[in-house]
C-alpha cells in the first residue's frame, strides 16, 4: 500500500492529521489496536520482541509529518543547524549539515522575475519514481547556430538589384550550409552551448555528455536575501535554498575533471551555511579557499555594519591535482650591476628553507652549512662546520657549530640558517650547489644581522637607466592567486552591461575584470597559434598566456595525436552571460545555462555581441576581435502543450480526452491525486472554466520537459530534423 492511501485510511478513520499525532504522542489504544490490524502498518511501524511488538512511535509521528511538511520527512521545518548523530553539537570533523526539506529535490522553476510562487519539492523517499523521470535527459528544442555572420546580419542582406529568386536562393542555401555547420558542430562535441531551461534538469540532460569534462564552474546564484534585487525567484527561505542549492552542487561536482575547480559567489547571509554544505560535497580535504571581493559600493546607511563585500568560495575536485596556476605579471624592478662580472641581476628570493617546506636541520642534516663572509671584501667562503650525525640531538647553535676561528680572525662573519622554532633551521641549497653557484649568492646586512639571497641574472637588453641613473629592468613573474580582489568595483559591471545595452538591464552585474581574474588562475585557453571552429580565433591577449602545451596535466592531449582544445568552463546561472563572454574572448570553450526569459533578449543578444566583437569590458585587455560560434537549444516545455490544450478547451466532453495524458506524461505533482480530484464533488459541480483553472494550476508551479525517450512519440509532433539534432546531440547510434 502506497504512503498516500495510509495516510488517507488514517484519516478516513481518526480525522486530521493533528489529531492523529496527538493520539499517537499519547500512545492511545485504539490507534495502536487499529495500527497492528492492518499489516502494512504493523510490519512499518511496529518491532516485534518475542511475542510482543514495541510501537515506534517517533517514525509514526514522522511519517505524520508527510502533510505538515510538504511530503518531506525531515524533523525540522524552521530550525536549522549543525549536528553530528542528531545532535546539534559540533564533535567531529564529519560534520552533516541538518536543514529541513534536505531529503528533498526543488526544482526552482520561475521563468519570469515576477514569478514568486511556491516551489516544488519532489521528496526522495516517497517521489522516487518523479525524481527518476525529472531527471532523464529532455529533449532539445529551437537549436541555432549563431556565428560572425549571424551576429552582425540577422537576416541575409538583399541589394535593390537583386531580384526575388536570387533572395529566395541565397536564402535556401544559407539555411542549407547553417544546417550542416549545425550538425558538424554537434558532432564534434567541441562546441560553446547556451541552453534555456532548468537548471537542475538542464544538468542531468548534459550529464552524460559532459561528465568529467568542466575545468571551471562559476555560479553566482540567487542569495537569499529575502527582498535583494536579482532577476532571480530570490523568494527562498534559509532551508529551502539550502536544499535548492545542495542539489545543484551534487550534480555539478560530476562535471569537472580531476583538476576541476568550482567557484561560488555569495553574500554574509548564506556563506557560512554554504562552506558546510560545500564541505560536506566536495571534502573538506578539497577547500582552496575563500577570495573576498571588496565591491567598492559601501552601504553609508546600514543599521550596524557597512556590507560592501562579498565572498567567492573555491573547492576543487581533487586538490592534490593542484587545480589552481599561478598569475604571470609584469613587474618593474630595480636591477644592480655585477661589480666581478659585471652581469646585471636582481635581488631573488632568500636561501633560508621555510617550515613549510620541511625546514629543519633535523630533517634535512646537510643543509646547514656555514656562509663565512667577509664584509670589506666581499669574499664568501660556505663551510660545513658541524657534526651532521649530532643535528638531531643538539638544537643549541653555539653547541652544534664549531667556528673557524682562522677566518674569523681574517675578518669573516659566520653567517648561519636562523633557528626554526626550538630547532635549527637549513638551506635551500646542497652545500655542492652553493658552490657551483656561489657568483649568485648575495649576503645583504640589516638591522638583525645578515640575510643570505639569490643573484637572478638578467639580460643586458632587459635592463634600462631611469633619469638618475638607477638601473631597473621590467620582467614577468609568476605569483599564486590572491584571496582578496579589491581591483574593480561592481559599478563597472552595471556600466558596461548599460554600455551593451543603452539600459539598466541588471542589477549588480559580476564586472567582466573580475570574471578575467577567476578565468586566469583556473582555466588555460587554446594553445597559441591553434585555431578551432568554435572558438574566436582572434585576440586572446593575456587569455594565452597560459599555453595549452605546457600543461602537466594535459598528458591525454600530449599522447593523442589530435590537437589540444580550450579548456571548458561552467555557468548555469548564466544571467547577463558575463561569465561566457569573458570565457569566450579568452578563448576557452563554455556552456550556460539559463532559465529566465531574458536570456533570449540579454544573454544570447549579449554573446552575439561578443561573437561580432564587441569592444567593452575585457575585450581591449585581451585584444579582442571577435569570431567564433555557438549553439543555443531550449530544452522543451511539456506542460505548455497540456497549457495550451486545456485552454483551448471549449466543451466538458474534450476534458475526457486530457485526463489520461495529464495523469501519464504530464509533470504533476506528486502530492496530487488526480482521480480523487476527478470525482470529488466540488470538482465535478464547477463550470467549465473554473475546471480549466484547477487543471492548469496543477501545471503552474514549474516548467516541465519533453523527455529525450518520448521524442518520437506522435503526441509531441516533434520534427524530424529536431529529432536528428537531439540524436546527434545524445550520440544516439540510431540517427
Request: overall charge negative; proline content about 2%.
Amino acid at each position: 500500500m502506497q504512503d498516500l492511501d495510509l495516510l488517507k485510511l488514517l484519516e478516513k478513520e481518526f480525522g486530521s492529521n493533528l489529531e492523529l499525532m496527538n493520539l499517537a504522542s499519547q500512545d492511545d489504544d485504539k490507534l495502536l489496536e487499529f495500527l497492528l490490524s492492518n499489516e502494512s502498518f504493523k510490519q512499518r511501524f511496529f518491532t516485534a520482541l518475542n511475542s510482543a511488538f514495541i510501537f515506534k512511535k517517533e517514525e509514526f509521528l514522522s511519517f505524520l509529518n508527510l502533510r505538515l511538511l510538504n511530503a518531506s520527512y525531515t524533523k525540522f521545518s524552521n530550525k536549522i543547524g549543525l549536528s553530528t548523530h542528531e545532535t546539534f553539537i559540533k564533535k567531529d570533523d564529519k560534520v552533516v549539515l541538518n536543514f529541513a526539506f534536505k531529503d528533498c529535490i526543488l526544482k526552482g522553476g520561475a521563468s519570469k522575475d515576477e514569478d514568486k510562487s511556491k516551489e516544488l519539492f519532489f521528496n526522495e523517499i516517497l517521489a522516487s519514481a518523479e525524481i527518476d523521470r525529472l531527471f532523464e535527459p529532455k529533449v532539445l528544442r529551437n537549436f541555432e547556430l549563431i556565428d560572425n555572420a549571424t551576429s552582425i546580419n540577422q537576416s541575409i542582406n538583399q541589394s535593390i538589384n537583386q531580384s526575388i529568386n536570387q533572395s529566395i536562393n541565397q536564402s535556401i542555401n544559407q539555411s542549407i550550409n547553417q544546417s550542416a555547420q549545425l550538425k558538424n558542430s554537434l558532432t564534434s562535441a567541441n562546441f560553446n552551448l547556451l541552453i534555456k531551461g532548468n537548471n537542475l534538469l538542464a544538468l542531468h540532460s548534459l550529464k552524460k555528455k559532459f561528465a568529467n569534462k568542466v575545468k571551471l564552474i562559476y555560479i553566482d546564484p540567487p542569495y537569499n536575501t529575502g527582498n535583494d534585487s536579482f532577476n532571480y525567484n530570490d523568494n527562498f527561505n534559509h532551508s529551502t535554498w539550502l536544499t535548492f542549492m545542495k542539489n545543484r552542487l551534487e550534480i555539478a561536482r560530476e562535471f569537472l575533471r580531476d583538476d576541476g575547480v568550482i567557484f561560488i559567489q555569495c553574500d554574509d547571509n548564506e556563506q557560512a551555511y554554504l562552506k558546510v554544505v560545500m564541505d560536506e560535497i566536495f571534502g573538506r580535504e578539497n577547500f582552496v579557499g575563500c577570495i573576498v571581493w571588496l565591491k567598492g559600493n559601501a552601504q553609508n546607511d546600514a543599521d550596524t555594519m557597512q556590507r560592501n563585500q562579498e565572498y567567492i568560495l573555491c573547492y576543487a575536485k581533487n586538490i592534490e591535482s593542484k587545480p589552481l596556476y599561478k598569475i604571470k605579471q609584469k613587474v618593474n624592478i630595480k636591477a644592480f650591476k655585477d661589480e666581478k662580472t659585471g652581469r646585471f641581476y636582481y635581488e631573488g628570493a632568500g636561501l633560508t628553507m621555510g617550515g613549510g617546506d620541511g625546514g629543519s636541520l633535523e630533517n634535512r642534516p646537510n643543509l646547514g652549512y656555514t656562509f663565512y663572509y667577509n664584509p670589506q671584501t666581499k669574499d664568501i667562503k660556505p663551510l660545513l662546520d658541524y657534526d651532521k650525525d649530532s643535528v638531531k640531538t643538539i638544537t643549541n647553535h653555539d653547541e652544534l657549530y664549531n667556528d673557524n676561528e682562522e677566518l674569523i680572525k681574517q675578518g669573516y662573519v659566520p653567517i648561519r640558517p636562523p633557528k626554526m622554532g626550538v630547532g635549527n633551521g637549513c638551506w635551500k641549497w646542497a652545500l655542492e650547489k652553493t658552490l657551483n653557484e656561489l657568483d649568485r649568492i648575495l649576503i645583504k646586512a640589516g638591522k638583525n644581522g645578515y640575510s643570505v639571497l639569490r643573484k637572478e641574472w638578467l639580460d643586458s637588453k632587459q635592463v634600462k637607466q631611469d633619469e638618475n641613473g638607477n638601473y631597473y629592468a621590467i620582467i614577468e613573474k609568476e605569483n599564486p592567486p590572491k584571496s582578496f580582489a579589491d581591483f574593480v568595483g561592481s559599478g563597472v559591471g552595471s556600466k558596461e552591461n548599460k554600455a551593451l545595452f543603452d539600459t539598466k538591464v541588471f542589477n549588480n552585474p559580476k564586472p567582466e575584470a573580475l570574471m578575467k581574474y577567476i578565468i586566469e588562475i583556473s582555466t588555460r585557453a587554446v594553445a597559441e597559434g591553434f585555431c578551432d571552429d568554435f572558438v574566436g580565433c582572434q585576440g586572446g591577449g593575456e587569455g594565452s598566456l597560459l599555453n595549452i602545451n605546457d600543461r602537466a596535466d594535459n598528458a591525454d592531449s600530449r599522447k593523442s595525436t589530435q590537437k589540444p582544445t580550450p579548456d571548458l568552463v561552467m555557468d548555469f546561472f548564466a544571467g547577463s552571460g558575463t561569465t561566457l563572454a569573458v570565457a569566450h574572448k579568452m578563448k576557452r570553450r563554455w556552456i550556460g545555462i539559463e532559465q529566465m526569459d531574458y536570456i533570449e533578449s540579454i544573454t544570447k543578444e549579449r554573446l552575439k555581441k561578443v561573437v561580432a566583437g564587441e569592444q567593452g569590458g575585457i575585450s581591449k585587455a585581451v585584444d579582442w576581435q571577435g569570431g567564433g560560434n555557438f549553439i543555443y537549444a531550449e530544452l522543451m516545455p511539456l506542460n505548455a502543450i497540456y497549457k495550451e490544450r486545456i485552454k483551448n478547451i471549449n466543451d466538458e466532453k474534450m476534458l475526457d480526452s486530457i485526463y489520461k495524458d495529464l495523469e501519464s506524461k504530464a509533470f504533476l505533482d506528486y502530492r496530487i491525486d488526480l482521480p480523487e480530484i476527478l470525482e470529488n464533488k466540488e470538482f465535478k459541480e464547477l463550470d467549465l472554466e473554473k475546471k480549466k483553472e484547477a487543471l492548469l494550476s496543477i501545471l503552474d508551479s514549474n516548467m516541465d520537459y519533453v523527455l529525450y525517450g518520448d521524442i518520437e512519440d506522435k503526441d509531441y509532433a516533434i520534427s524530424s530534423e529536431v529529432i536528428e539534432l537531439n540524436k546527434i546531440f545524445y550520440g544516439d547510434d540510431n540517427v
